[in-house]
């Protein structure tokens, strides 16, 4: 039992025992840092049960709690605030227990899985910075939720199939002029995305001939041969005619090629994929199982619609008059799939941006009205737009920010200020590369993670690798210092094998072992609101008290063994912790900056 439960418990008796009253609940918070205590139970909400002065109702708890809990060591009332005082044997026995935990705050595996679906792209451009935040959550949502003890797939469903893709296609058949990957020496995805511009750019000049021709623009829109031509392409692909399906394949491998190496250089994988053009047929059966059912009805013109009006939504076609899927219905059928394909997924997570959020209301009340027990599982990890100081992205007209583009920015980002700093003398060329990388991407990770995924995210390249104040490099930063520290108390081989006679705590060391308290706990709250905002922004404040435990309190310079050798234990499992969290984030920390 922790030591909120204790107090929880023995309040209850205390105001049983005093006022022969049982409370249903106790309020906590952490004391306050002007007060003398470590956790404070708030009086004001026991009045509604309780009469009498709040001020002499803490002081009687308190003095109960003092005699009945051994790890009370004292107690102060501020006005209706009774803030109680724990023993530094309590801090000190759980330090010891959690010291050689070598997966401190991760909970053993259980039963069940939840399948975390991310990434997602399209493959007729590359990934851009939209996608990087995308992957950024999905993969650190899906490793919080493993330490909080779940079992987790990591998947996403490429959209290889469709208009916008043919696109692509035709217009490498009409300008290419045979460019491969190989002879270009260019990225798959980034080879097949400018051709996706070159067809948005003839489109347009097509349209303006036929409008300076004398044909309105609508008309000219729907009817540019360029447009015609692609729509005729997607029918002979649905048609399965070899050659342009042959095509298909061909430049939707330079597309994997590139997203790979993306995926490499940003530290995301996948432990399974679904493809669109397998997929999208999905859910029909469905919908005429439905139909059975009265879950779906069928309108005069054939069309299949659900009705959720008395769920505050509207209605919702599922079937075309000509028997055609919307997407709507291949994403019922692809849920429905990945859970035959994995017999003990009970749960799923989608992570897309918050243009989605009514079309998963609408999939995930479908599936609850089919009967499937999983869908009250279902999350959507809905997440804002990423801007940049220049302004909003377009992909058709070329001006989105490349995910590697952005990617080498912040490793150049971090090169120029680390030599600014100048403390690489030492380090190699090759050291001095790997360093930049894990920096830059480290600024990048956690500029972006630190965020609550609901809210929109100005991203400011030079302002996320600041080596001051709540970003990724003042973490890794504070890790490779205590990384030196370490390694200085190896080097005068200081025994770290016990501090037997250690009794007492500095109130940093106190303060300092609190915030190691709270990661089990912040980890299972991440994993509940799939918030890696609450992982990073716990490690900043586990830095913070680390840096000020740093500059207050004596280390290496300690002239007691027995502090010396607690103290650089203490620093030893805070670096642990940083480097726990920040894999959770997917980010690295150097030993050396």
């Known amino acids: 039992m922790n030591i909120q439960n204790t107090l929880e418990q023995k309040v209850k008796e205390a105001v049983l025992s005093v006022y022969q009253i049982e409370l249903p609940s106790v309020e906590f918070q952490p004391t306050r840092k002007d007060f003398d205590g470590d956790i404070t139970v708030v009086v004001f909400p026991m009045l509604r049960f309780v009469k009498g002065n709040p001020v002499q109702i803490g002081e009687q708890i308190g003095r109960y709690l003092e005699k009945e809990v051994a790890n009370v060591s004292g107690f102060n009332v501020v006005k209706g605030f009774l803030n109680i005082v724990i023993s530094d044997s309590y801090y000190l026995d759980f330090f010891n227990a959690i010291r050689e935990l070598s997966n401190f705050g991760h909970v053993s595996q259980a039963d069940g899985a939840i399948m975390v679906e991310y990434s997602s792209p399209n493959t007729n451009k590359p990934l851009h910075l939209g996608h990087i935040r995308n992957n950024l959550l999905g993969y650190s949502v899906a490793e919080i939720l493993k330490a909080s003890g779940k079992k987790v797939y990591k998947t996403q469903i490429i959209n290889d199939r469709g208009i916008h893709i043919c696109k692509s296609m035709l217009a490498w058949q009409k300008f290419g002029k045979g460019e491969t990957p190989e002879n270009t020496g260019l990225k798959g995805d980034k080879l097949v995305g400018n051709y996706y511009v070159a067809f948005d750019k003839a489109y347009k000049e097509e349209i303006a001939q036929m409008v300076a021709d004398g044909i309105d623009k609508k008309t000219a829109e729907k009817e540019a041969p360029i447009l015609l031509q692609a729509q005729q392409m997607l029918q002979k692909w649905e048609a399965g005619d070899k050659e342009v399906v042959s095509l298909w394949k061909k430049m939707n491998a330079w597309v994997y090629d590139g997203f790979d190496t993306t995926y490499k250089n940003l530290g995301v994988d996948f432990d399974t994929f679904y493809y669109e ?121 070329g001006t989105v920010v490349d995910a590697d583009d952005l990617m080498e920015d912040m490793t150049r980002t971090a090169a120029a200020i680390s030599e600014e700093l100048g403390k690489l003398e030492d380090y190699s060329e090759a ?5 930049y990388k894990m920096i830059g991407l480290g600024a990048l990770k956690y500029y972006i993670l630190k965020v609550d995924p609901k809210k929109r995210i100005l991203f400011d390249p030079e302002e996320s690798v600041d080596f001051q104040g709540n970003t990724g490099p003042f973490i890794q930063y504070t890790y490779a210092r205590i990384q030196s520290i370490l390694r200085k108390a190896d080097e005068t081989n200081v025994d770290l094998t016990g501090y037997k006679n250690l009794k007492n705590l500095h109130p940093k060391e106190k303060e300092l072992i609190k915030q190691l308290q709270l990661f089990p706990e912040t980890i299972q709250l991440a994993a509940e609101n799939y918030s890696p905002a609450l992982i990073a922004n716990y490690t900043y404040d586990l830095v913070k008290e680390f840096n000020s435990f740093y500059q207050q309190v004596s280390i290496l310079g300690e002239t007691d063994g027995q502090k010396k050798i607690f103290r650089i234990q203490l620093s030893k499992k805070v670096g642990e912790v940083i480097q726990s969290a920040f894999k959770l984030l997917g980010i690295a920390v150097p030993d050396r900056m």
């Not at 997929?279 to 139909?291: E, F, I, P, Q, R």
């Not at 050291?431 to 360093?435: D, F, K, P, S």
């Open 431 to 435: 050291e001095r590369q790997e360093l």
């Open 277 to 397: 053009s397998d997929t999208y047929l999905l859910g029909k059966d469905v919908v005429a199982d439905g139909l059975k059912k009265d879950v779906f009805h069928k309108k005069e013109d054939g069309s299949v619609w659900i009705d959720l009006t008395d769920e505050g939504l509207d209605e919702k076609i599922v079937l075309r008059s000509d028997g055609t899927a919307v997407y709507m219905t291949q994403d019922i059928g692809t849920a429905i799939q990945r859970v035959k394909d994995y017999s003990d997924v009970d749960g799923m997570v989608y992570t897309v941006g918050n243009e989605q959020d009514y079309h998963f209301k609408v999939l995930f009340l479908i599936l609850k009205k089919l009967g499937y027990t999983w869908a009250e599982q279902l999350y959507h990890l809905s997440y804002g737009m990423v801007d940049l100081p220049s302004g909003k992205m377009k992909s058709r007209e």
